[in-house]
């Protein structure tokens, strides 16, 4: 685990789709069959409790984060950007994929941050609410394409 500020590089999306998550609060297991109805409730749930904020990234990819203590630069353009409460309840944060949302709706022992070591996903926080900023700086299939700075500041 890592304290901002710091960049995680190769972080993969194949669906457009990435969120973070309290692992430790996010309740993951929806059903052995889900519908994508089913599944969109239960993000909106969570989101509600400040376990998950999720956005699209416009493509799937492999994706760099930089995750930063401060909003980005003014200087910087910002194409895409979703922003929304997530509380760390054992100050932990974790960068997953859709793919991994989905796995671990499925089934029930399957958890958010079992790749968090492999993927360098995870984000070293004091224990509280922060607001969570992800800040895309261009668009898909641009040359910084892949950049994305994610902003945890309380």
């Not at 500020?5 to 309290?22: A, E, K, N």
């Not at 003014?74 to 960068?95: C, D, F, K, M, N």
């Not at 079992?114 to 995870?122: D, I, L, N, P, T």
């Not at 800040?135 to 994610?150: I, K």
């Amino acid at each position: 685990m890592s304290t901002p500020p710091i960049t995680m590089s190769g972080l993969s999306d194949d669906t457009g789709m990435m969120g973070i998550v309290d692992p430790h609060a996010y309740e993951s297991f929806v059903s052995r069959h889900w519908t994508l109805e089913s599944l969109f409730t239960h993000f909106a749930t969570q989101m509600h409790r400040r376990t998950l904020l999720l956005w699209e990234t416009g493509d799937e990819g492999s994706w760099t984060i930089t995750v930063e203590n401060s909003p980005v630069a003014a200087h910087y353009p910002i194409v895409r950007q979703a922003a929304g409460p997530s509380t760390a309840t054992r100050g932990e944060l974790v960068v997953v994929s859709y793919d991994t949302l989905t796995m671990a709706a499925q089934f029930p022992h399957k958890r958010v941050d079992a790749y968090k070591e492999w993927q360098g996903s995870a984000v070293d926080v004091a224990v509280g609410t922060y607001v969570c900023a992800v800040s895309q700086l261009t668009e898909p299939g641009m040359v910084r394409a892949t950049t994305a700075q994610t902003s945890i500041y309380n």
